[in-house]
């Protein structure tokens, strides 16, 4: 048995963004992909995915991009969310101050993610 080392956060990403149909092959297909892209021993994890799903290599690398294009997506909504929170801040006002404090939490639950979840990439890690 082996441990599966892919960061929960990212999967909970590709989960989100293959939810409206995830018993698709490609849905399938994307989330066992982002399983093995943090496996480095899975060098062969492309074939597993093969098997399974019947995609070959280079259509593998198109749904990795897929995955990639949604984490990068939510990477940037947090991003501005952050940007966001400061400036409310810095305004000063009270309501903004009271704002800029829930930002987090309405982010974390438009996203789909735990609050260590959202910490952890909001941090870049």
Do not use: C, D, M, P
């Given at each position: 048995m082996f441990l599966n080392y892919t960061p929960d956060r990212f999967k909970q990403i590709v989960w989100n963004d293959t939810a409206k149909d995830p018993y698709s092959k490609?849905?399938?297909a994307r989330?066992?992909?982002?399983n093995f892209d943090y496996m480095p021993f899975m060098g062969d994890g492309y074939k597993i995915v093969?098997?399974?799903t019947g995609?070959?290599?280079e259509q593998q690398i198109k749904l990795t991009k897929k995955n990639e294009?949604?984490?990068n997506s939510v990477m940037r909504c947090i991003k501005q969310a952050e940007l966001s929170?400061?400036?409310?801040?810095?305004?000063?006002?009270?309501?903004?101050r009271e704002l800029q404090d829930n930002?987090?939490?309405i982010m974390q639950e438009v996203l789909g993610l735990t609050n260590e979840q959202?910490?952890?990439l909001r941090e870049g890690r």
């Open positions: 490609e849905s399938i989330r066992l992909l982002v093969e098997r399974i995609y070959t290599l294009k949604a984490i929170s400061k400036i409310l801040h810095k305004s000063g006002s009270f309501e903004q930002i987090e939490h959202y910490n952890l």
